[in-house]
């Protein structure tokens, strides 16, 4: 089978997490070199990409899924219905009429749609729009992932928007990172990653972000009380940033001695030794959902910080909601306070192998209906 995967592979080393574990779904359901996937970077079809491959959803388009099996899009937040000037008033800017003309199956997967940022009115009537597209369609499908999308859908559009959807877990679940990409820390150590543009998305910080840097610092000074190391993680370059500012207000001497920091890597290898470190924490603090995700895979006790319902509702499912921090001045006295108590942070397996399972159901049927197409 030849797949066409469309997505971001070159940019928050989370979405390569998702993307690998996809892979290990493919193996268990399909089994080990029965197909092949060509990706292509969904970044260039970006309306602010000039480069001269840039990635157009028009008829040239249409030629290109023709060589393949199935088109995967996903894994990401490209359903989040806030992009302006988008069609579909998501990142998947395709005309119907160029829809209507694709005859190989198209599957969007592992997909968010649960807006972090202002929408605008038309969207509302544009996305509808397009989920009617869907359901009208015999070769195009859509699995939310299970970071809040339904309710998110539900509360925007009503019951009807879900006709016809799916809800499986994002492929991140699934995903197990190479042992020998990863970096050597032989002390046990808390990963901490660290943010801020999701604060800046939700306007948590509003200009005014000493406080925020604050709460951080009292954190990291907590974890070296206890004779942590600290591993500062991004995901992005944008974390590095911020990583900057929590480093520019803690002691030379306790970041000399306590403090590690994590390189900012891209692409799978990348992936790999980012989600490595996590995987061998003693404790892991994550804003980003895919560092909670892969750590609620992993076994690993887990706080999440974030001011995203995404995140809560991540925990809610498989920890418990005091696990998941929403930022606000004193998030740091919740942390101790969470630490210091007889909290559960780590995720029930039973739980979660039964959602595994569900997903694992989900693509067996989906491959089996179209095994005629295959």
């Known amino acids: 089978m030849k797949i066409l995967h469309i997505a971001s592979f070159y940019g928050n080393v989370g979405d390569n997490a998702s993307h690998r574990g996809f892979a290990e ?19 260039k079809a970006y309306r602010n990409y000039n480069g001269s491959d840039k990635l157009r959803f028009d008829d040239s388009f249409v030629e290109l899924s023709s060589l393949y099996d199935l088109v ?29 003309k694709i005859s190989t199956p198209i599957l969007i997967s592992s997909i968010g749609s649960n807006p972090h940022r202002k929408v605008p009115e038309q969207n509302y009537t544009k996305f509808e729009r397009f989920l009617a597209c869907v359901r009208r369609s015999s070769n195009l499908s859509i699995a939310l992932r299970n970071d809040g999308s339904t309710n998110s859908l539900k509360c925007d559009f009503g019951d009807e928007a879900l006709t016809g959807l799916a809800e499986i877990l994002d492929h991140g679940y699934f995903y197990s990172p190479s042992p020998e990409n990863s970096l050597k820390i032989d002390e046990e150590y808390v990963a901490i990653n660290v943010t801020d543009d999701q604060l800046a998305m939700k306007g948590v910080l509003a200009g005014e972000d000493e406080w925020y840097y604050q709460e951080l610092e009292g954190v990291v000074k907590y974890f070296h009380e206890k004779g942590l ?19 520019g207000r803690i002691d030379t001497q306790l970041v000399r001695t306590a403090v590690i920091v ?11 030794i980012i989600f490595n470190i996590y995987k061998n924490a003693k ?3 994550a804003s980003r959902y895919h560092a909670n995700v892969c750590s609620i895979k992993f076994g690993v006790p887990l706080i999440g910080l974030s001011p995203l319902p995404r995140i809560r509702y991540t925990h809610e499912q498989f920890l418990t909601s005091k696990s998941g921090v929403y930022v606000e001045k004193g998030f740091s006295k919740k942390i101790v ?11 029930s397996r039973e739980k979660l192998n039964l959602a595994k399972e569900a997903t694992l159901r989900f693509y067996r049927d989906y491959f089996r209906c179209e095994d005629d197409e295959f």
């Open 72 to 100: 995967l899009i996903g894994g990401g937040g490209f359903l989040d219905y806030w992009v302006e000037d988008s069609v579909t008033g998501t990142t998947i800017d395709i005309e119907e009429r160029i829809l209507k």
């Open 25 to 43: 779904i493919l193996d268990c359901v399909l089994g080990k070199g029965s197909y092949s996937i060509d990706r292509l970077e969904i970044r």
């Open 283 to 285: 404790l892991v603090v």
């Open 337 to 347: 306070e969470i630490l210091e108590g007889d909290e559960n942070l780590v995720v």
């Open 262 to 272: 994590a390189p900012c890597l891209q692409d799978d290898v990348g992936a790999d």
């Open 229 to 247: 190391k600290i591993v500062l993680v991004p995901h992005v370059h944008q974390d590095v940033e911020a990583i900057g500012k929590v480093l």
